[in-house]
């Protein structure tokens, strides 16, 4: 089984309603048992939301307390709906058994390579192997 962030299997859960869907995700969903997740809203946060980022650091940071998470327009502090929805991604992939999950790049959640989101972060450091799509 392998974590997906839903918005790359088309669900409509990013900050602005939409979704981000890639034919290759879509295409291993025929293939294996992938389980999506949108940590943003797993954390509580409603869809459409406000767009944020990670200020002062990477979602390592965040997770130890070093950075925060802030809305773009307003700078309003989001921090904990980010770590509540880290958390909540951390228990599902523990109860699943899940090694492996596949996050979108370029969010403060999801992202992996260019900076880690808070949930990749909270994922890697539980030892999942963690790419990235989109
Ligand atoms: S990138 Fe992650 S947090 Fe953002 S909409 Fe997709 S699944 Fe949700």
Known sequence: MIVVSGCLLGVCCRYDGLSKPENEIIKLARLRHLLPVCPEQLGGLPTPRPPAFISGGDGFDVLEGKARVLTVEEAKDVTSYFLRGAMECKRIVEIFGVKRAILKSRSPS????????????ALILSGVQVSEAG
């Open 110 to 121: 999801c992202g992996v390579i260019l900076q880690t989101g808070v949930a990749a972060a």
